[in-house]
């Protein structure tokens, strides 16, 4: 399998936010398990989304939902470690964008992902269109 990679955005982040990393993230390798960072780019999402007074269910008057995900691993973290969350947002679509994490710990870079974030109408069980496409659209 090819390497993924993920770009960060040359643009200012929309929300910076620290995370203490807690022993429930630590694996049997005394470091972060991998499944952590889906977590906790979800709690920074949350925090994001709360800061702006909105939520998953309530994101611009439409519910979003997961769709996909990307991580690049570039270092270790440990148990202790205050992880800084800087959340960026690119890639508009017809039915979503993209939610891209810098995960760092002080200079050293931990992380990269990405979550591809479509709206979903829950009652209908169906994706819909993004609200924000036509304010980002680019003909």
């Known amino acids: ?12 982040s929309l929300y910076t936010t620290s995370i203490p990393l807690t022993v429930n993230f630590i694996n049997y390798g005394g470091h972060m398990g991998n499944d952590a960072i889906l977590t906790l780019c979800q709690e920074a999402r949350l925090r994001y989304m709360e800061s702006i007074e909105m939520s998953e269910l309530q994101f611009h008057g439409h519910s979003l939902i ?3 995900a990307a991580i690049v691993y570039k270092a270790e973290a440990f148990r202790g470690d205050n992880l800084e969350f800087e959340l960026f947002m690119e890639d508009h679509h017809k039915y979503g964008f993209d939610f891209v994490y810098l995960i760092k710990c002080g200079d050293k870079e931990i992380a ?10 829950y009652e209908k ?8 496409y036509s304010i980002n659209h680019r003909s």
């Open 66 to 68: 997961q769709a996909d």
């Open 112 to 121: 990269r992902a990405k979550t591809g974030m479509i709206f979903f109408d």
């Open 1 to 12: 399998m090819a390497r993924i990679k993920i770009a960060i955005p040359q643009t200012e």
């Open 125 to 132: 069980r169906k994706v819909s269109l993004s609200p924000l």
